[in-house]
């Protein structure tokens, strides 16, 4: 069964403005990450952030993570066309399964 | 360093025939997974294995087998195809509470 929950399904935005979105999960975990996949290719790992912290940055994209809530969010600034994607979330299950969720697709309109 | 290599990356299949999928990784990691995705969807977990010689029933096993013979190998076998099983077959593998990496995907016709 899927654990993590991508919020929303889908967006869209203009070219420079920022794209949030969110993920929730079920268990506890270790660490959750977050992947980007451009349309019929391979996921890329895009950052991981572990259970005991609470923000991480790398380059233009800002996770959170809040484990009181089971949820992540995953801010994207100043998008750009390239950032069109579909962007997942990933947490492990006690059996060493990644656990996806259905990920949100990301449109970014020049 | 190759990563994550998926062979073949397309293949027609009739009904009823049989088709295995390797998957190869160079980075010596533990644990290495197979998974389908359909049009508009996430990952499903169809087999996964946390080490050599070991393999595990991810959510939607039926129809599929799997073998991990060496480390770096993880075969991904169809004994009878059907339609339904037309997709698109990603393997990733990772480190032990690392990041996964993924192979660029198989994308299966099944008529």
């Known amino acids: 069964s899927q654990q993590g929950e991508e919020d929303p399904q889908a967006l869209s935005i203009q070219e420079g403005e920022n794209a949030t979105m969110n993920c929730s999960y079920k268990?506890?975990?270790?660490?959750l990450q977050w992947y980007r996949q451009n349309s019929g290719r391979g996921l890329v790992h895009l950052i991981l952030?572990?259970?005991n912290e609470r923000e991480k940055h790398s380059g233009r994209l800002r996770v959170t993570l809040d484990t009181s809530k089971k949820s992540s969010s995953l801010l994207i600034t100043a998008s750009r066309a390239a950032d069109t994607a579909s962007y997942f979330c990933?947490?492990?299950?006690?059996?060493?399964?990644?656990?996806w969720g259905a990920g949100t697709k990301l449109i970014i309109k020049p | 360093n190759a990563g994550v290599t998926q062979t073949p990356k397309f293949r027609v299949l009739k009904t009823g025939q049989s088709m295995t999928l390797l998957c190869a990784q160079d980075?010596?990691?533990?644990?290495m997974y197979w998974y389908r995705q359909d049009p508009g969807m996430g990952l499903r977990l169809i087999h996964y294995?946390?080490?050599?010689?070991?393999?595990a029933k991810g959510e939607v096993p039926d129809g599929y087998n799997v073998s991990r013979l060496k480390k770096q190998n993880f075969l991904l076998g169809l004994e009878s195809a059907a339609p339904s099983q037309t997709s698109v077959y990603f393997c990733?593998?990772?480190?032990?509470?690392?990041?996964?990496?993924f192979g660029q995907g198989t994308r299966l016709t099944v008529v």
């Open positions: 990733a593998s990772r480190a032990i509470a690392r990041e996964a990496f």
């Open positions: 980075m010596n990691h533990e644990y």
């Open positions: 294995s946390v080490g050599e010689g070991t393999t």
């Open positions: 268990t506890s975990i270790n660490n």
């Open positions: 952030i572990r259970s």
């Open positions: 990933a947490t492990f299950d006690s059996n060493y399964q990644l656990i």
